[in-house]
């Protein structure tokens, strides 16, 4: 009988793809199932913080990343009339990346030694005797020792495993686009995260695509419902109107967006429990977090690498107990940076326009959030073992 874990994931998202990817380094059989027929995200640009950027380059992405991505170059603040606001240094923030989604995703789908099978939606997940058990909306069915749930913030894995995810508005949304950078005069001189604030909003800009474009984020106050998806249409004109008499780059960078998308920002608590057996979630399924920090994508890929580590020595009968290390461990962390997200988007919406003040509590809670940053995700989990 073949020793090696045979192990499913459902979503070939960026928590997905980076869990096959490690998985698969660590000798297990490992194969992706996705709904759509290809990684078709809307456009938009993505940080990658220093903690999730050690993983994969210990993975050996360093070369791709550095071909298709912007080096992080720490944070450049603003008020919403352009006084800075002096942030901390960033000599850590520097070892990170900004990089366009669709061109993350596709750096990972041609590295991971997994199939992907799209076009494969995922409508029950269930125990079998010996194993888990998948089964797809186009009457496919897979057997494997395990199932992840990479399946984002409206995760089936999560509610076929019993779970309830409460979402409360926030009461703002964002926002997205890609600008070309040629259209503005100063894109050239354009380096690391640059953010505006004040007055209950914020907007933050940087380079991705190699400084071919700009990707923005906008968040504004709302009190409509609004959806969680990379596809709904923004209207520019109600986005600019939202910035009157900001800072002259902010005027140009929305003027300069010929579309933007919108997505409701919705918090919700952490989830009691990850794993049920044979069953695990991963990534937005499993700890869905306010886009604040920048660490919804980066806690994703910690949460593969982690349980990879966990899992290269485990036998099968050692499953569930290995799915429940892997849950406590990450739930503590994830649901501090949830918190720590929480905390950074309201202190961006905050109403005060003086710069030192402004400057002081950053100071303060960036401090507070420091941990965040220098965690190697594997090491932690091998020191379980
Ligand atoms: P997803 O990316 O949602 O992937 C889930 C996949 O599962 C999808 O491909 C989906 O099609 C598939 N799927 C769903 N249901 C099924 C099913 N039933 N069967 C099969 N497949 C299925 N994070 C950062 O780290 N840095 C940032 O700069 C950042 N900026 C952000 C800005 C905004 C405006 C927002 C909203 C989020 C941001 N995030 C950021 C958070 C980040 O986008 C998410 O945390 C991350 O995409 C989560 O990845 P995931 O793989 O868990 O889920």
Known sequence: ??????????????????????????????????????????????SIPPN???????AGLRGALEQVSTRSQGLSARTSQGEPVPTPPASIAEQGYQIHRVEFLNMLLSTVKAPVRFGHRCVGVGETE???????????????????????????????????????????????????????????ELRGLNMWMGAGRSLICFPVSQGRLINVVAFVPSSRDMEETWYAPGDVKALASEYEGWDVPVQDIITALDQTFRWGIYDRPPLPY???????????????????????????????FALAALLEHARRDEIPATLKAYQDLRLERTSRVQAASRKAGRFYRSM???????????????????????????KAAAALL
């Open 352 to 378: 005060g326009e003086d710069p030192s003040e402004r400057a002081e509590k950053m100071r303060e809670w960036m401090s507070a959030a420091a941990w965040i940053f220098p965690y190697d995700a594997e």
């Open 274 to 304: 990850w794993s049920k057996g044979r069953v695990t979630l991963l990534g937005d399924a499993a700890h869905p977090m306010v886009p604040h920090f920048g660490q919804g994508a980066a806690q994703a890929i910690e949460d593969g």
């Open 130 to 188: 010996i194993g888990a058990r998948l089964t797809f909306a186009n009457g496919a069915v897979h057997d494997a020792d395990l199932v992840i749930g990479a399946d984002g913030i409206h995760s089936m894995v999560q509610r076929a495993i019993g779970l309830v995810s409460r979402p409360t508005s926030e009461g703002i949304m964002a926002y997205r686009g890609l600008v070309q950078s040629q259209r503005l005069s100063w894109a050239a």
């Open 52 to 58: 999730a950027a050690t993983l994969l380059k210990r």
């Open 1 to 46: 009988m073949n020793d090696r874990l045979n192990v499913a994931i459902v979503g070939a998202g960026i928590g997905g793809l980076s869990a096959a990817l490690a998985l698969s380094a660590r000798g297990m059989n490992v194969t992706v199932f996705e709904e759509i027929l290809w990684p078709r995200e809307a456009g938009a640009g993505i």
